[in-house]
């Protein structure tokens, strides 16, 4: 079993910055990839980027260059940089890890909201 709990969501402006960080306990040895998916109203829950171990990074084509997937194994975190927020951006952000077993685990879930 593996828990995570994230942090780091919230109200910004267009063009401004957060990051969302998600720490993962118990089972933490088996994880073989880390990411970030999010959810708009009325959309379908998308892949936003993921960092795999031996593998390296991928990101949806509507966030390269603007945010950054990185992950801590000392403290078992994965963080999500996200800078020049579009409104586009707004949606329920969740971490998501696979195992060796490929079991799926997920976060509850953070609220980004990117409004003037």
């Known amino acids: 079993q593996v828990q995570l709990v994230e942090s780091g969501g919230g109200l910004v402006q267009p063009g401004g910055s957060l990051r969302l960080s998600c720490a993962a306990s118990g089972s933490i040895s088996s994880i073989t990839s880390m990411g970030w998916y999010r959810q708009a109203p009325g959309k379908q829950r998308e892949l936003v980027a993921r960092?795999?171990?031996?593998?390296?990074?991928i990101y949806a084509d509507s966030v390269k260059g603007r945010f950054t997937i990185s992950r801590d194994n000392a403290k078992n975190t994965v963080y999500l940089q996200m800078n020049s927020l579009k409104a586009e951006d707004t949606a329920v952000y969740y971490c998501?890890?696979?195992?060796?077993?490929?079991?799926?685990?997920w976060g509850q879930g953070t609220q980004v909201t990117v409004s003037s």
């Open positions: 960092i795999t171990s031996g593998v390296g990074t």
């Open positions: 998501r890890v696979r195992t060796l077993n490929s079991d799926i685990y």
